[in-house]
């Protein structure tokens, strides 16, 4: 019986973390894999590293992180914003990768049966620093700080007026499909770039940057859409939490002066679902 496995941040643009991509490999061939984005920059990057995983694994889903949709000036790819991500969307359909606009497939191997829900939601610079009402307050405390994500010259919006309209607009959709199509009773993975809940961000080495790291708006959302597990990735800080009861799965390979310094096996694949679950565990 294959396991559901989960991996992201591979950002293959670095030899070393490359390499490890080129040696993902299913320890069973029913093995699912969930990647929750951060492959990588550059379009043919992004594609080389989805192709090789489609090929290996019995099936893959895919999130974007904010990395797929920066717009790299040496990217022959020049696509911005909402038709930079249906580019990659179109990419994954071709290779018969799983998407946040495709049905949700449901997992039956080993701690099944659970819907996996890829998500793209990105943030709307909800999770500001104490003491700030206004993007525009939160903003100037990360700049004084030195924090300023490259999502702000790299990550372009349009045809929205700004990313955390962008972001609103997902939520908004999202929150509906899930309410409407999800089958009662039976758990979900929710699989998503940013965590879904703050609390992960409370460790960041440098907190302002967390106004780039989700929404407020899907707080409740693992308890409401009764997450087996949730994954996620994003802030390189690979470990297991838990929160309301429900595991939540950081799944981050991370740049090489990360991985080097703190994982002793970079690049293993994660098992997000226990080998034996009753209905909805909390």
Avoid at 3 to 29: F, G
Avoid at 149 to 175: G, N
Avoid at 223 to 232: C, E, I, K, T
Wanted: charged content about 25%.
């Amino acid at each position: 019986m294959g396991k559901l496995v989960a991996i992201s941040d591979l950002h293959v643009r670095y030899e070393e973390n490359r390499q490890i991509t080129e040696r993902l490999r299913p320890a069973d061939e029913d093995d699912w894999l969930l990647v929750a984005g951060d492959v990588g920059e550059m379009s043919e990057d992004i594609e080389w590293a989805l192709t090789l995983l489609a090929e290996r694994f019995a099936k893959v889903i895919w999130v974007p992180g904010n990395h797929e949709l920066w717009t790299p000036p040496d990217d022959p790819l020049r696509l911005t914003g909402e038709a930079r991500y249906r580019w990659l969307v179109d990419l994954c359909r071709r290779l018969g990768i799983v998407t946040p606009e495709d049905p949700y497939p449901v997992w039956e191997g080993e701690g099944g049966p659970a819907v996996i829900v890829p998500l793209f939601l990105l943030y709307d610079y909800s999770f500001r620093p104490a003491g700030t009402r206004t993007k525009a307050e939160a903003l100037e405390v990360a700049e004084n700080a030195g924090v300023i994500c490259t999502d702000e010259f790299m990550l372009k919006h349009d045809p929205y007026p700004s990313r955390e309209a962008w972001s609103r607009a997902r939520v908004a959709a999202t929150e509906a499909r899930l309410a409407a199509e999800l089958p009662p009773g039976v758990p979900t993975v929710l699989v998503n770039h940013y965590p879904l809940v703050r609390e992960p961000t409370r460790v960041l080495r440098y907190p302002e940057f967390a106004l780039w790291c989700g929404t407020e708006a899907t707080a409740d959302w693992p308890l409401r859409f009764h997450a087996a597990s949730v994954v996620y990735g994003h802030l390189h800080i690979h470990r297991l939490t838990h929160h309301d009861g429900v595991p939540h799965h950081e799944v981050s390979l991370g740049y090489p002066r990360e991985w080097q310094r703190w994982l002793k096996d970079p690049g293993r694949l994660v098992p997000v679902l226990p080998k034996e679950r009753t209905a909805v565990e909390r």
